[in-house]
């Protein structure tokens, strides 16, 4: 067994049986529920809205290569420098370079995954850069010295009592603080980060190839602050970010909102195609696009797994999946958590060590009911068990025991051998197999099998 998987199994049992964990989950999940069900019904037709999302996204993939250097040609021609990482330590040392020759000290950045996947902040620590989350979410996990629990919603296994606390304990803030207090303390404190940040760094919800545009959607205002007020705008995206037209935006920005918050759209959308022009006052003075690969190539070359690529990181398949919903976003200690997670991180961080979380699925289905470009996550899920079953990456045990399985499993005859009796026997050595909080069931003399054609 790997050490990930002794971690992930060590989790999950201490957080499902965390009542006060699974409470706050289960009340801000459902707060969700509700405005996406709202959201939903804004559609005349929802199915036919993802169907066209799903072929946008599918074009997108199947002609990456030419999408990617469109997008840097247009970009480019606006002013923008683009650098290519291979994986994550290009990418960081890329920014790192930027900042030295610039001499930047501080950074105003947005709520970004793919810097999280790189842990960005981290290393800019490294050389004394102070790396600031203006994402309020954000800003409180990072408060607490973690990382995000969920790709939309950071913070969402904290209470607002939660909150309350670590403020009083950062901040001295008055003890038991409403949320309308604390967003009004926070609003002031990071205005004048903005304003006197030598560099702004966000992500990008897309990447639009024809016009050489970085997408930005959110509700708070700190993305475009982010960019308007620092000298300096570095973009960090995934290539698979990629869409082909503007006129796209049309469909994806608002089936974005619907699925990941429930709003018809969200608050602040911006497109940017490059830094400030000369005669205009606002805007970066320089922009760098940097685009990470970070094996997403890999991911692209696998003829049955590269449509995850289509991913818009909306969020709602950790909202469906009833395993996310019992285990939290911790568990499964990867940037990316929940169904498309579990996915995508055996590629990014390896098969040997993360190949485990492709069995945290029950198999529902649900994730690939709620993906708005189609994904058929739970049938990914499958591919990456039985690609871990190929490459032996189930260890020296397991794998001799799922051929004992089969052996036994594939006959009625060979299940029938040995009666309930001695079955009780030999079940007394796995006696802990679902967990300690549940108990082996006795079995039957006979077998359901035998029973039946004996009352024949």
Known sequence: MSEQKDIFIQKSEEVAFDLKHRAVIRFNISKYD???????????????????????????????HDYLLQFEKNISNHGASVIW?????????????????????????????TTEEIDLNEHLEEIGVESLETDLGEYIVQLAGEKP?????????????????????????????????????????????????????????FLVADVGGICLTENEGNALMSVSFPKIHIVI?????????????????????????????????????????????????????????NKRSELYQNDE?????KCIRCGACLNACPIYRNIGGYTYNATYSGPIGS?????????????????????????????PVKIPLHHQL?????????????GFIWNQGMKVYEFAFSKRSRMDFLGGKTKNVFSLFSANALGEKKQIPKLAKQSFSKQWTNKS
């Open 34 to 64: 509700v405005a996406v069900d709202r959201g939903m019904k804004r559609y005349f037709n929802l199915d036919l809205a993802k169907s066209r999302a799903s072929y946008v996204k599918s074009q997108a993939i199947d002609h990456l």
């Open 85 to 113: 990482a291979e994986n994550s330590v290009e990418a960081i040392e890329a920014v790192k370079k930027i900042l030295i020759e610039n001499q930047s000290k501080t950074v105003v950045k947005s709520k970004s995954m």
């Open 149 to 205: 629990y969920h790709i939309v919603t950071p913070c969402m296994h904290k209470s607002r009592q939660d909150i309350a606390e670590l403020f009083t304990e950062k901040f001295d803030t008055p003890e038991g603080s409403s949320p309308e207090y604390l967003t009004a303390w926070v609003r002031k404190k990071l205005r004048n980060k903005f304003t006197t940040a030598d560099v702004g760094i966000t992500g990008a919800n």
């Open 237 to 293: 995206a995934g290539i698979e970010k990629i869409i082909p037209r503007m006129q796209d935006l049309g469909l994806m920005w608002p089936i974005l909102a619907a699925h990941g918050t429930g709003q018809q759209i969200s608050v602040y959308n911006s497109l940017i195609t490059g830094p400030k022009k000369d005669g205009e006052i606002d805007g970066p003075e320089k922009m760098f696009v940097i685009l990470l690969d």
């Open 305 to 309: 797994q590269y449509p995850v690529l």
């Open 343 to 371: 996915v995508i991180s055996p590629f990014f961080k390896g098969l040997k060590e993360f190949n485990h979380l492709s069995s945290a699925c029950s198999v529902c289905g649900k994730c690939t009911e709620v993906c």
């Open 382 to 394: 499958l591919i990456n068990r039985r690609d871990a079953v190929r490459a032996g990456a189930g």
